[in-house]
């Protein structure tokens, strides 16, 4: 038990190996803004991720050995990705009525802290994201944007009339 009553949650070492019949390792990554943490989102049936144990919710402290705490979304991305095949993730399931990210919000709560103040001053304001259908699997994701055909509009036939209307315009 915990000074504040509620049973502390043993840290856990989770060894995610990439598997041939498995594209990726099979989890979300998600940091919510303003809020420290990174935490492990939907976790894919069959994945890599849920064969080493990981768990919607959990809270990631160190990656292949190193600790996580201050770094960016993006930093941790990397480090999840420094190496080619694996991945080792210390991580902590969240202690009886300890807040965590709401892992269902819209995306744009779930975006990378704010720069320092400093840094907020000299950079123009950041567009706003596009937003993700967090429901889906990594794979589910994947295969939709695979689906979906890039628009170019050189590669549009265009007749003659149209052309000319488009240059009249000019």
Do not use: W
Not at 5 to 16: D, F, K
Not at 43 to 64: C, F, H
Not at 120 to 147: G, K, Y
């Amino acid at each position: 038990m915990s000074a504040n009553g509620s049973a502390a949650t043993e840290p856990r070492l989770c060894h995610v190996r990439k598997t041939p019949d498995f594209d990726g390792y099979g989890f979300n990554l998600h940091a919510e803004k303003g809020k420290p943490g990174q935490y492990i989102g939907k976790v894919d049936d069959g994945s890599p991720a849920e064969t080493a144990g990981l768990k919607r919710g959990d809270r990631i402290l160190e990656v292949n050995g190193h600790s996580i705490a201050g770094e960016s979304h993006k930093q941790v991305v990397a480090r999840i990705k420094e190496r080619p095949d694996d991945a080792e993730l210390l991580v902590v399931a969240p202690a009886p009525g300890e807040p965590v990210p709401d892992l269902d919000a819209p995306a744009t709560e779930r975006t990378t802290p704010a720069p320092p103040a400093d840094e907020a001053r000299d950079s123009p304001p950041p567009a706003e994201p596009p937003r993700l259908n967090l429901q889906m699997t990594a794979a589910e994701m994947r295969a939709h944007l695979a689906a979906k055909k890039k628009f170019d509009p050189k590669k549009v036939p265009m007749d003659l009339k149209s052309k000319f209307d488009i240059v009249k315009k000019l």
